[in-house]
């Protein structure tokens, strides 16, 4: 077996996607960097019904400092994925009852982060393009020589590390053009009405503090944040005669206004990142008790994330300065928002409100400072 000829797809030198990745100009991204040498962490299952090639693979990869272990068939290979985690399987593709194909097809729909290595004693370009076409990580032929085993190893142990690094590079690079998306829309409504910037930022600080306390999931957060910052962004459709109007609106003025949330709906409903949030846009303006606009929608109809952002709109409101009045104490806050708990607000968010010491709102609008203390639009509270 030993110098016998040894066949792969390509080492790292010759495959595109790794060359790519060495010149890559982006930043490293420390925490997938690999421990070289390869340690004992790295565990290889070998499937071979051979089992003095499964031994003999065994003895050279240990010799290198892997963990294997060996199995004489597909079953046993799937039982045993099922138990332990592994870096690279290899397998025989001539196996009892499944073939190391069917194999390799069923362990990539579960485990699709696993480097497959087929090898074969049957080698013909058909059957290597068949396994590299359903997923295969290499396609070694046998016989070929022990020695090259630790190399085949690592260049898929290394081609599984940049296809990660490229992952969250690619994923990274989506969350900035998000965030970019994010930002134009923000200084978008700050051009229409300079004074909401300051009001978003604190409603959306108080909005996340009681979520926070509310257990919502992380994904359910990151919704509730943009809806919470977003809120207003359809005052962007709203005419200026109407934003900036310094004295008080008509009747018609007012249901003019009253279009921002489904402006806002239609805005961000059509960017797949602010799906979620656009539902808490369109009801930032409901009430627990279906009093509210635009779709009268009443209790738990009403998306917890726009039921969370009603009370921190209320409490920014009255605890921020108006044209036509003082900011008030939070102690008035407070007395109105358990006021009209059971009617505008959601019983148990006044009560995760209440469960918080006013020392805490006042530290988070503290955070707030330096954005400027504004008056918000005429549609709050
Ligand atoms: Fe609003
Ligand atoms: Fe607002």
Redesign the pocket.
């Known amino acids: 077996m030993h110098d016998a000829t040894f066949q792969t797809r390509g080492g790292p030198e010759d495959d595109p996607r790794d060359a790519a990745a060495a010149s890559s100009s982006a930043p490293a991204i420390p925490e997938l960097e690999a421990p070289y040498p390869v340690s004992s962490r790295v565990r290889v299952l070998i499937v071979d019904e051979d089992r003095t090639l499964c031994k003999a693979f065994a003895a050279v990869l240990t010799e290198e400092g892997y963990h294997t272990d060996s199995v004489g068939s597909a079953e046993e290979a799937l039982a045993l994925l099922g138990k332990a985690a592994y870096d690279v399987m290899l397998s025989e593709i001539c196996l009892p009852g499944k073939s190391g194909i069917e194999l390799m097809e069923q362990v990539i729909e579960l485990y699709p982060d696993l480097p497959v290595i087929l090898l074969t004693g049957r080698a013909s370009v058909d059957l290597a393009r068949e396994a590299l076409h359903k997923g295969a990580s290499d396609f070694v032929t046998k016989p070929f020589s022990q020695a090259q085993l630790p190399i085949v190893v690592e260049r898929n142990l290394t081609r599984r590390l940049v296809q990660r690094k490229n992952m969250l590079r690619y994923r990274l690079e989506i969350q900035a053009s998000n965030e970019s998306v994010l930002d134009a829309l923000l200084s978008a409504l700050d051009s229409r009405d300079t004074e909401?910037q300051g009001?978003?930022e604190r409603?959306t600080a108080y909005t996340m503090e009681i979520a926070d306390l509310l257990a919502v999931s992380p994904e359910h957060l990151y919704h509730i944040e943009r809806g919470a910052l977003l809120?207003?962004i359809g005052k962007i459709g709203i005419p200026d005669r109407i934003l900036l109007k310094p004295g008080n609106l008509t009747p018609e003025e007012w249901e003019e206004m009253k279009r921002h949330p489904v402006i806002g709906y239609g805005m961000c409903s059509r960017i797949e990142m602010l799906r979620d949030a656009s539902l808490i846009v369109l009801h930032?303006h409901e009430a627990w008790d279906g009093s509210g606009y635009p779709c009268s929608l009443a209790g738990e109809a009403i998306p917890l994330g726009s039921r969370i952002f009603a009370l921190a709109?209320a409490l920014?409101?009255i605890t921020s300065n108006r044209p036509y009045r003082a900011a008030q104490p939070f102690e008035c806050a407070r007395q109105e928002i358990v006021r009209c708990s059971g009617s505008q607000f959601d019983p148990r968010i006044v009560e995760v409100f209440l469960s918080v010491p006013e020392a805490r709102w006042q530290r988070i609008r503290s955070l707030t400072a330096g954005i400027p203390q504004d008056t918000?639009?005429p549609?709050?509270m």
Do not use: M, Q
């Open positions: 909401t009001h978003s409603v809120h207003d930032h709109d920014d409101a918000d639009g549609d709050s």
